[in-house]
């Protein structure tokens, strides 16, 4: 399985309808892959927080349209990233949207953790309360979002549901880059799964992004890494190796803790 992460630069100066119109076009320009997937909250800026609410969106609004065009067009399955949605009652949630070869929805995912503790996103967003997972052909995908990641009871839920293949789309701050490295490995080797991590870069809201997304494999090896600018990574995935290695290593089963069955 090809999968290309799109590592976009988040610019002040560049209109989020552009930066829509950009993006498609990148996921076009991946219709050799098999997955591509797009980072958090990079039509506004995960940071941007006086824009939330300006540039708040039902589920099926621009952002939906022209990312199910892109996937679509590419012919691939498309992990949107996230956006700022709004529900018809008013609550905003930063929803990631997850798109078939054929440019339809299969699934949409509201972030449970939110970042920011009293403030920010915090305290103007909604939480999601639902673990999701897709199944694509060779894979089963478990979506997580940024601060998500801090979670390890998450991805475990993930794993149990059936995930092999963990994506987590952020808008990860420089300052803390090397927590995003560890804990996505940390994640890919506590469930032997693949981790495919990916960030913005630029800088909005005057917070520089990490940039660095990252394809970790089931034993934590990184398979892939970008740098801080904009950056497209594209990696051949085994999915054999996920059942191989829990097969050859077998952790998992030893679980004594939590309420899900062992695999």
């Given at each position: 399985?090809?999968?290309?992460?799109?590592?976009?630069?988040?610019?002040p100066?560049?209109?989020?309808?552009?930066?829509?119109?950009?993006?498609a076009a990148?996921?076009?320009?991946?219709?050799?892959?098999?997955?591509?997937?797009?980072?958090?909250?990079?039509?506004?800026?995960?940071?941007?927080?006086?824009?939330?609410?300006?540039?708040?969106?039902?589920?099926?609004?621009?952002?939906?349209?022209?990312?199910?065009?892109?996937?679509?067009?590419?012919?691939?399955?498309?992990?949107?990233?996230?956006?700022?949605?709004?529900?018809?009652?008013?609550?905003?949630?930063?929803?990631?949207?997850?798109?078939?070869?054929?440019?339809?929805?299969?699934?949409?995912?509201?972030?449970?953790?939110?970042?920011?503790?009293?403030?920010?996103?915090?305290?103007?967003?909604?939480?999601?309360?639902?673990?999701?997972?897709?199944?694509?052909?060779d894979?089963?995908?478990?979506?997580?979002?940024?601060?998500?990641?801090r979670?390890?009871?998450?991805?475990?839920?993930?794993?149990?549901?059936?995930?092999?293949?963990?994506?987590?789309?952020?808008?990860?701050?420089?300052?803390?880059?090397?927590?995003?490295?560890?804990?996505?490995?940390?994640?890919?080797?506590?469930?032997?799964?693949?981790?495919?991590?990916?960030?913005?870069?630029?800088?909005?809201?005057?917070?520089?992004?990490?940039?660095?997304?990252?394809?970790?494999?089931?034993?934590?090896?990184?398979?892939?890494?970008?740098?801080?600018?904009?950056?497209?990574?594209?990696?051949?995935?085994?999915?054999?190796?996920?059942?191989?290695?829990?097969?050859?290593?077998?952790?998992?089963?030893?679980?004594?803790?939590?309420?899900?069955?062992?695999?």
């Open positions: 399985m090809r999968a290309s992460l799109i590592q976009i630069a988040v610019d100066d560049e209109s989020v309808e552009d930066r829509r119109a950009r993006a990148l996921v076009v320009a991946q219709s050799g892959s098999d997955l591509v997937v797009l980072p958090e909250l990079w039509p506004v800026g995960a940071f941007a927080y006086t824009a939330f609410e300006a540039e708040a969106e039902p589920l099926e609004g621009p952002t939906h349209q022209v990312m199910a065009k892109a996937a679509a067009e590419a012919g691939v399955w498309l992990h949107a990233g996230s956006f700022v949605e709004r529900t018809d009652d008013g609550i905003l949630f930063n929803t990631s949207l997850v798109f078939s070869p054929e440019g339809e929805r299969a699934a949409f995912y509201r972030k449970i953790h939110r970042f920011g503790f009293d403030q920010g996103e915090a305290v103007m967003m909604g939480a999601g309360e639902e673990l999701v997972t897709v199944a694509l052909p894979t089963t995908l478990g979506l997580a979002t940024c601060y998500d990641l979670f390890p009871e998450q991805f475990r839920g993930l794993v149990d549901a059936g995930a092999e293949t963990l994506v987590v789309a952020a808008g990860w701050p420089e300052r803390r880059r090397s927590h995003w490295t560890l804990l996505a490995q940390a994640r890919a080797v506590e469930n032997q799964a693949y981790v495919l991590a990916v960030g913005t870069a630029g800088t909005h809201a005057d917070v520089p992004q990490a940039g660095h997304s990252i394809v970790v494999d089931p034993w934590g090896e990184v398979l892939a890494e970008a740098g801080a600018d904009e950056e497209i990574l594209t990696v051949e995935l085994d999915a054999e190796k996920v059942r191989t290695t829990r097969e050859q290593f077998p952790a998992l089963k030893g679980r004594r803790l939590g309420l899900a069955s062992p695999l």
